[in-house]
């Protein structure tokens, strides 16, 4: 294969991977997209949508194309297999993120770095923290309507756009994670329609002023953007791992602790080797 075709399903894995992370719980769209080195170029494309159009869409078409076979795809997952085993491969998505943070943190510090810099990292990093832990403490259940599924795709733009912020954490605690997962796998347009266009409607919304943000504020915006990372993938600790090894959790997984713990501990390992090994990937064949 040529170098160009490459490029190209890379962008289709990197749109599968962000989609994917868009509805994994813990996880966010928009850290992986920072990740895969595309959110600056999503921000200026939606916040400047007629600048270079058809070179844009040149450029989103295989990202778009993953994007929507990555939710589809592991919805079928959800439905099927991932609930007594979400614990065990969400630790595969924390190593996918932990091997990329340096990067992240070489990136973020492109411009330099001041003591407010730091201050701003750790600051967002608490307050996601604390927000994704004790969230479910505040939102209450909601019943599934077209309106309630326009603002649960709201939520994944939002994903999109504040790299770290979870939406599937907050559907699930809103009650609507696993009728989402079950509505797209089995290609249920009353609920396909109201996501996308909430979703839709949010990003072009709100990219225009996280593009402004990034623009005069960068050193700024990007520790920001690097302590929701470190506070999502701290947060998904609490929420997501710890309960599968309690009685319960072990039990439903049909695993003792140890061997839960070494599954565990294999997939964080095969998730960050896998990112240092797309990385090494991207970087010699990325056209960007």
């Given at each position: ?32 997209a920072v990740i895969f080195g595309i959110y600056d170029r999503i921000l200026a494309f939606f916040s400047h949508i007629t600048q270079d159009f ?185 929420t997501v791992v710890f309960p599968a090894f309690s009685a319960e959790g072990l039990s439903d997984m049909g695993l003792s602790f140890l061997p ?29």
């Amino acid at each position: 294969m040529t170098s160009r075709t490459i490029d190209w399903l890379l962008r289709v894995v990197k749109g599968a991977l962000i989609g994917i992370g868009g509805i994994l719980p813990g996880l966010s769209g928009g850290v992986l997209a920072v990740i895969f080195g595309i959110y600056d170029r999503i921000l200026a494309f939606f916040s400047h949508i007629t600048q270079d159009f058809m070179k844009n869409v040149w450029y989103f078409t295989p990202v778009g194309i993953g994007f929507v076979l990555g939710i589809i795809i592991f919805s079928f997952f959800v439905e099927k297999a991932f609930g007594a085993y979400e614990g065990l491969f969400t630790c595969l998505f924390i190593g996918f993120v932990a091997g990329t943070f340096p990067s992240l943190l070489k990136q973020a510090g492109k411009e330099g770095r001041q003591t407010s810099d730091w201050v701003m990292m750790a600051g967002s990093a608490v307050v996601l923290f604390l927000l994704m832990v004790f969230g479910n403490s505040i939102f209450g259940n909601l019943t599934p309507s077209f309106l309630v599924w326009m603002l649960s795709g709201a939520l994944i733009g939002l994903g999109v756009i504040v790299p770290g912020m979870s939406p599937s954490n907050f559907l699930i605690y809103l009650g609507l994670y696993e009728p989402m997962s079950a509505g797209i796998s089995h290609f249920d347009f009353s609920v396909i329609i109201p996501l996308t266009l909430g979703a839709v409607l949010c990003v072009l919304l709100l990219a225009r002023v996280a593009f402004i943000l990034m623009q005069k504020f960068y050193s700024k915006m990007y520790h920001f953007i690097l302590g929701t990372v470190i506070g999502s993938s701290l947060a998904i600790f609490p929420t997501v791992v710890f309960p599968a090894f309690s009685a319960e959790g072990l039990s439903d997984m049909g695993l003792s602790f140890l061997p839960a713990l070494l599954l565990a501990i294999i997939m964080f390992i095969s998730g960050t080797l896998f990112s240092l090994w797309f990385s090494k990937i991207e970087a010699k064949y990325s056209q960007d």
